[in-house]
């Protein structure tokens, strides 16, 4: 293990649902939120070979990132890429592992196309840039604002909403589902194979419809590819609460971050 100086912490759905008591979550004592973070290496436990004290790191955890110490899994973490900030770098851990973990569950992308529900959002925004270096042409579904943005990247932007199947461009070979707000049913009906279709985000809907529900695996952010993901907001970390009641709003581009810089011991 590592003890982490957080200096940023990235929040997900799941940051909100476990505080709301989701899957029977206890809500009776103190329970720390937070799974992805960027930081200092603060303290170095035995048999941790690769990392310093001092060193820049990102990477996730099982809870508490949202603090300002965490401890972290050496494995889990990798050094933060000179290039980005603190919360840069928190933005990317949970959106990177999910994103190759879902499109490598997919199978191959070349040639093929690839749709994905909330493609604006941190796994969404990862997945597309991930699929299009795989080969695959990349449809997702975003708010209109964000259409130029996602041309930008080489994503063919729809609308989200009723009549979606009407404004696609064209057939869809796979589907990607990190909204979980309903779309399995249609995702089915677009590819006509279950398998063809993976949710991140809808556990029941999966089972209703029998496609895969891939779960996270906690694995150390890959680095081969780093994909461009919008810091949408930055919360101080005392408005913790603010950022989840964000996050759960939906509809921002990119990802939302805590900072912890001001509740830091100088």
Known sequence: ???????AAGVNALDWKLRA????????GPQGTGIELAGTVDAVGPGVPDLRVGQAVFGQVPSGAAATHALADAAL????????SFEEAAALPVALETAHRALDELGPMTGRTLLIHAVAGGV???AAQLALARGAQ??????ERHHPFLRGLGVQP????????????GPVDLVLDASGRGEIALSVELTGDPDRVITIADPMGAAEHGVRFSKAKGLRPPLDLLPEIPVAEVFPLERAADAHRRSQDGHFLGKLVLNTEASLPR
């Open 1 to 7: 293990q590592v003890r982490v100086a957080v200096r």
């Open 21 to 28: 008591g989701f899957r029977g979550t206890p809500l009776d």
């Open 77 to 84: 973490l990798a050094p933060k890429p000179e290039g980005l």
């Open 124 to 126: 969404g925004l990862a």
């Open 138 to 143: 990349v449809v997702g579904t975003a708010s």
């Open 158 to 169: 729809v609308t989200y909403g009723d009549g979606l199947k009407e404004r696609l461009p």
